[in-house]
């Protein structure tokens, strides 16, 4: 049951003592950040341990957790949305799936390299929205890398995902226990800019991309028996009806999932069910949704989402400086995939509409349409590459001057960038 704590915000230094496998939970203002530190036992923020005595910021809005398996004083200074305690929550059950988890890559581990049973364990977590479907990802690839693997995070949430910006599926290889403020580190991801946050603007494209990203991905475990070993947590989006669901299905399959862990809805939980029984490999476990879990509405998510964006190029703390670039139209080659028809309608027979490629590479015009738009940049060498490249980074159109044909952007950093090759999409973003 959720017990209330000192209040709905805290303004001077507060203590919270929290009894074991209990969590405090808190939404930090909206205004400002908020530090917390551990003065005594141990405790957790979402799987990764705290460190005792360190002044932790959180930056506004963020909801987090404070999860104690023996007991622990925590302390918050600063402001919050609210905070309680709460001594029902799942973490049990988690904490023992990190345990089977754990065997499995141990079993793999001990068992030649070229036999199927050196693959680790393939966690694909899903459910709906607001399920606690990244949490969960997080504190089993925290538990893990604290036991020394190196387990693969795949991302394929294009709405919330949490590896990069918006509008893309990802991969990364975590080495450490998650830091509880900075969240996924971004040193080298793999990623593929699919272009808009909701699946069903291309969903045939959104599948070419999950399949590019899961063959590199089976390439890379090949070579690798270590990371094989460890196998990957693959967070999903949270549409889970309708075309939402056969993507779903789509992922496990490509993936070639081995456990799906399915949090907060029992109708979902039992059509897998049904839908995996012939394949006796895949376990289909379900799991409890945590009460913590905050709701976020579409106008939230759709902030959160310019949050990432901003966060990529000026960094979690305004810690990074990107560039603004000039550069001449004739210098960039800007494309949209799957962008109009396959054929003229005068080729068509008669009363036939077309059908746009979902795959198609169209070459876009540089003009004013573009201003505001977050751009990829592609790996592709040539335009027959680029919907099977991973990108290198991204650019934000600041001003397209039609009269000297000069486009100005933002990127990370100076100079140029690392290909003309450029992929638009529909992520739009209004810097303020
Ligand atoms: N136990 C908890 N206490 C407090 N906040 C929590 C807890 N668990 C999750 N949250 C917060 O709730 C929000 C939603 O959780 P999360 O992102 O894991 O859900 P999700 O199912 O992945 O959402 P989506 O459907 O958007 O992908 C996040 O801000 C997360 O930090």
Request: proline share 7%; charged share 20%.
């Amino acid at each position: 049951m959720a017990a209330a704590g000192g209040g709905p915000s805290v303004s001077t230094p507060e203590q919270v003592k929290l009894d074991k496998e209990c969590e405090l939970r808190v939404e930090v203002s909206p205004d400002s950040s908020l530090r917390l530190r551990l003065l005594s036992g141990t405790a957790e923020i979402f799987g990764t341990e705290i460190p005792p005595q360190i002044w932790l910021s959180f930056p506004p809005s963020v909801k987090f957790a404070v999860f104690t398996w023996y007991g622990a004083t925590v302390e918050m200074d600063g402001a919050t949305e609210t905070y309680y305690t709460a001594d029902e929550t799942p973490m049990v059950s988690y904490v023992n799936v990190h345990a089977v988890l754990d065997a499995r890559r141990n079993r793999s581990k001990a068992s030649p390299s070229d036999s199927e049973s050196s693959q680790g364990p393939r966690v694909i977590v899903v459910g709906p929205t607001d399920s606690g479907k990244s949490t969960l990802s997080r504190m089993l690839l925290s538990w893990a890398a604290k036991q020394g693997w190196k387990p693969t995070f795949v991302d394929l949430d294009i709405g919330q995902g949490s590896i990069t910006i918006p509008a893309c599926i990802a991969a990364t290889p975590i080495e450490m226990p998650i830091d509880p403020v900075e969240g996924i580190p971004l040193e080298m991801p793999l990623v593929y800019f699919y272009g808009h946050p909701t699946p069903s603007a291309n969903a045939d494209l959104y599948k070419v991309l999950v399949k590019e990203l899961a063959n590199i991905l089976e390439r890379q475990f090949a070579g690798n028996t270590e990371s094989r070993a460890a196998g990957m947590v693959i967070n999903t989006m949270g549409w889970v009806d309708g075309l939402g669901y056969e993507l779903l299905l789509h992922a496990i399959d490509t993936f070639n999932a081995t456990v799906v862990l399915v949090l907060g809805q029992e109708k979902l939980c039992s059509l897998l069910k049904d839908v995996l029984k012939s394949k006796p490999n895949v376990d289909v476990v379900k799991l409890q949704k945590s009460g913590g879990v905050v709701s976020r509405n579409a106008k939230v998510r759709q902030k959160a989402r310019g949050h990432r964006i901003r966060e990529y190029f000026y960094g979690l703390t305004n810690d990074l400086s990107p560039h603004s670039n000039v550069a001449s139209f004739s210098d960039l080659t800007v494309f949209r995939v799957g962008g109009g028809p396959q054929a003229p309608r005068s080729a068509l027979p008669i009363g036939a509409e077309p059908a746009a490629d979902p795959t198609r590479l169209v070459q876009v015009k540089i003009d004013r349409d573009l201003l505001h738009l977050v751009l990829a940049v592609s790996y592709a060498k040539e335009p027959n590459e680029i919907i099977s490249s991973n990108v290198a980074g991204f650019i934000y159109v600041t001003d397209i001057d039609t009269q000297r044909n000069k486009i100005t952007y933002l990127a990370p950093s100076a100079g140029e960038l690392p290909s003309r090759f450029l992929i638009v999409g529909s992520l739009t973003w209004i810097e303020n």
